[in-house]
């Protein structure tokens, strides 16, 4: 059971075009969403992060948006850039997982930013 | 500020050998600690996470363990390696809602 969906495997984009990454969850107890990024054969790093109270966050170039009725959220990274090129992972946690702050992943969205 | 160090980085063992992974933390005290792995072309799968020194909850039954002997120390192991535990395998802490990972193991069993 995929609880946080990635349906687009990869997205290409031209540099300086706006990038829109998206993903979809079932599980109405999740309550905070976090957005990573990946290079190969390197850990992910965390991007941004948005809490179900909100439906928008942003952080320089990236801004995530949340439609709790939809279940839905996206990252927009504007203007795109050539070191963007990477996996994007979506992550959702539930409310009632206690201290131990467990994620639930999406499998991950490759993009590509052309020059 | 807060490193998170994974070694080795990479890692070739036969079928059948043993296994262990360590994680440490440096600037911070009693951090949650997860391992995850990533198979070739997948997602991120939790495996083991501890809130705490010998504390260990696991997400999915397999060939792995997991131990906490210190409070900043994360350990991977397992006794008898498959095929099917090649894959990216991934250290990460947490103090509130958000996770940082480490550089990652890349385990090929052959």
């Known amino acids: 059971d995929q609880q946080v969906k990635q349906n687009s495997p990869s997205l290409s984009v031209q540099e300086g075009r706006i990038s829109i990454l998206n993903c979809d969850y079932t599980n109405s107890m999740f309550d905070y969403f976090l957005w990573y990024k990946k290079y190969p054969a390197e850990g992910p790093t965390f991007l941004i992060s948005i809490s179900s109270i909100k439906d928008k966050n942003e952080d320089g170039r990236f801004t995530v948006f949340l439609n709790k009725s939809a279940k839905h959220l996206s990252l927009h990274i504007v203007p795109s850039q050539p070191g963007d090129s990477a996996v994007y992972f979506c992550a959702a946690k539930s409310a009632n997982t206690g201290t131990a702050s467990k994620l639930t992943f999406g499998t991950g969205t490759r993009l590509q930013v052309t020059l | 500020s807060q490193t998170i160090h994974q070694w080795p980085a990479t890692l070739v063992q036969p079928v059948g050998s043993p296994l262990s992974l360590e994680c440490t933390v440096e600037?911070?005290?009693?951090?949650?600690l997860y391992w995850y792995r990533q198979a070739a072309g997948r997602g991120l799968q939790l495996l083991f996470y501890s809130v705490g020194i010998g504390q260990i909850s696991s997400e999915v039954p397999q060939n792995l363990s997991a131990s906490r002997p210190q409070d900043r120390q994360f350990i991977l192991s397992s006794k008898k390696l498959l095929l099917s535990d090649s894959g990216f395998y991934l250290c990460a802490w947490s103090d509130m809602d958000t996770q940082y990972f480490g550089p990652g193991t890349r385990l090929t069993v052959l």
């Open positions: 600037g911070t005290s009693n951090p949650n």
